[in-house]
C-alpha cells in the first residue's frame, strides 16, 4: 500500500492555480453566503484533528472542503486509476487502497482501516454509495476507536433492511405502502404475491438503494423477469439478494424530508427535496422545495420522518423517502441513514452546512437549533451531470477523457460540486457521474432562468452527456408548471428522447448562425493567409450565397454583411446575427434579433460540417458554397449498417451473461444477453426472429460501445 504524505507548499499553490475551479467551486452561491455563520462550530467547540474519506470524487472533494473551514487535516483514499483524482490532490494526504475495480478498493474494508491506522485518521466520513451503509465497516471502526461519521450501527441496520424498516416505520405511526412484509424466496414465490398485492407491484433488493435492484412488474412474466434481474443486481451491488414486493402507486412523485438528529434526543427535520425526475429510478433533477406540498402536508410528513427517526435513535443527516399520490396522501418509501447525493438544495435553502453538522454530531454536540429556527429561504434546483448518452434509455453510460471542461460559476447564484477537472478520464469503474449542477433564487423563476443560462454555458468535450435531456426537462411546460411525476420522462418521451425539436423560427436562428460563422470563419483565414487559401469568399465582398443541410432539409441562404451584423435570409425568413466571433473559445455568445443567446461551438470541419450547441441539442450543418453545393449531389451516400442482423453493445460495460449459442432460433425481443455498466444489468433483445450465425462475447469479458456481440442470419 502506497501512502502520500501531506504536499509542499510550493506543489499546493500550483495545483490551486492550474485548477482554479477546485478554488472556487466551494463558493456555490456567490451573492449570498452558502452556509449561515451561525452554522460555524464555536470558538471553544474542539474537533477532529484528522478525518479519513472513504469515497472519490465530487463527495470526496465536499467533505474535503468542509474540513478545510473546520480546520480538519484530511486523508483521501483512492484506487490506483484514481491517483490522480482532484480529491487526492484536495486532501493533505493520500493512500492508494488498491486497483480499480471497487470489490478491491473503495469496498475493500481491510486496505481502508490500515488507512485509517496508517494515517492515524480519527475519523471516516463515508459519503454516499460504496460502505456509506454497510454496519459492518461502521462496527470495524468503532472497535479501532475511529469515529463513523454518520449513525451508529443500529439505525444502519433498522434502516438499511427495506424489510425491517417497513415494520419499524409501521410501528412509529408512519405511513407506509401496501406490501408483503418478508423476504420473497423465489419467482414463483413472488409471482403468487404480487397476485395477491394487485398489479403493478414494485420489486426491491431489501439492502438497495440508488435505483439498483428495482423494477416494476405489470404481469406474472415481468414478475419473473424482475425478481431474476433485480436479485442478480442486488447481489451485484450490496451483497445481498433478499427482495421484497410492495404495491406500486402510479404516476407518484418522489418528495423526501431532510432530518438532523444529535444523540441527545434532538432531531429536525430540514424542508423537503422534490425528486421525481428520474430514469431507470434514479434521481436525474431535484429541487426545493416542492411545488406540489402546502405547509400542512410539509408539517406532517416533517413530523413523521422525525417520528422515524427518534424510533431508531437515529443521530446524523439522514433522509426519509416518501412517494406522494394525488390528493398528497404520503408513504414511508425508504430511510437512507447517509448524506444524500441532492443535500446541497437542503443546504441553499436553509443555510446550514450538513457536513458539517454531520462532524459536530459525531464529536458529540447537540445540534444548534430548534425546529422553528429552520428557514426555506427561496428556491435551489439541481441537475445531475452525467456522462451518458441521453438517446439511449435516457442515459446510458459514456466513457472517455474530458479534453475540454469548464464550470459556468462566472454567474451568479450557482454551485457545482464535482470531483473532476479537464484531462480527467471517465472509466467504467466508477459512477458515470461528471458534477451535481446546483442553482439559487428568491423565486423558482429565478432559479430555472438561472440553471437554463448555466447549461448553456457548461463546456464539456471528450465525452458524451446528457446536458441536452436536462435542458430539454427544466424548459418543458410541463416541469415549468410543477404538474410532474416519477413517470415524467417515460410519459412525455414515449419514443425515447431525441433532442430539442425546431420550430421554425429557431430552426432560422440556427441555420443562420451556421451561415455567419462560416462567413466569419473565412473572413478571418484571409486577414490572417493574406489570402493565400482558396476561399468562398472574395475580398472586399459584403453579400454571399451559400447552400446549408440540417438533417434531410436542404437551405439557401443569401448573407450579408454591415459593420458587425450579418443579415441571413434562409428558410423564409430573415435573421441578424452578431458578436464577437471569438472562433477560438467554446462558449459563442451571440444577439439573434435582438435577443441574447449562448452557443457553443465544437467543431469547424473542412467538409463545411459545423457542430453547434444549440437549445442544448448537438445539431450538424453543413454549410457549402453553390458550387461545392452542386458537385455534392454528384457524391455516392455511405449506406448506413443494417442492424437488424446484428447485436452491438449499446455502452462499455462487461458481459454478464449469454443467453444463446450458435444455431438457435430467437423470438423477436427473446433475450440475448446482458451486459452490466456502472452496476446497472441491462438486457439486449433481437429485434427479429432469427438464427443466431454466431456469438462474438462470452460472460465476464469487457466490452466497449459499438462491439459486435452477436450476429444473426
Known sequence: M???????????????????????RCCAVRSRARYSSSCRPQEEEETFQKLLIANRGEIACRVIRTCKKMGIQTVAVHSDVDSNAVHVKMADEAVCVGPAPTSQSYLNMDAILNAVRTTGAQAVHPGYGFLSENKEFAKRLANEGVTFIGPDTHAIQAMGDKIESKLIAKAAKVNTIPGFDGVVKTAEDAVEIAQQIGYPVMIKASAGGGGKGMRIAWNDEETREGFRFSSQEAASSFGDDRLLIEKYI??????????????HGN??????????IQRRNQKVVEEAPSTFLDPTTRRAMGEQAVQLAKAVQYSSAGTVEFLVDSQKNFYFLEMNTRLQVEHPITECITGLDLVEQMIRVAKGYRLQHRQEDIPLNGWAIESRVYAEDPYKSFGLPSIGRLSQYQEPLDLSN??????????????????????????FGATRAEALARMEESLDRYVIRGVTHNIPLLREIITHPLFISGDI???????????????????????????ATAAALHVAAQLRSQSILGNLRVSSSVAGHSSWELSLELGEGHYDAHITKSGSVYTVEVDGGRVEVSGAWNLASPLLPLTINGAQKMLQCLSREASGTIVLQFMGTLFKVRVLSKLASKLNSFMPEKLPEDTSSILRSP?????VAVSVHPGDTVAEGQEICVIEAMKMQNSLTAVKQAKVKSVHCKAGETVGEGDLLVELE
Open 267 to 276: 432531531a429536525l427535520w430540514l424542508n423537503e427535496r422534490e425528486c421525481s
Open 414 to 439: 450557482v454551485r457545482v460540486d464535482s470531483g473532476i477537472e479537464e484531462g480527467s478520464d471517465i472509466s467504467i469503474y466508477y459512477d458515470p457521474m461528471i458534477s451535481k449542477l446546483v442553482t
Open 250 to 263: 402510479d404516476r407518484p412523485r418522489h418528495i423526501e424530508i431532510q432530518v438532523l438528529a444529535d444523540k
Open 2 to 24: 502506497a501512502s502520500r504524505g501531506s504536499p509542499r507548499l510550493l506543489d499546493r499553490l500550483l495545483f490551486t492555480v492550474k485548477n482554479p475551479t477546485c478554488r472556487s
Open 485 to 511: 411525476s416519477t413517470n415524467f420522462l417515460p410519459d412525455v418521451y414515449p419514443e425515447g428522447f431525441k433532442g430539442h425539436q425546431l420550430e421554425a423560427e429557431q430552426r432560422q436562428e440556427l441555420l
Open 651 to 655: 455502452m462499455p460495460g462487461t458481459v
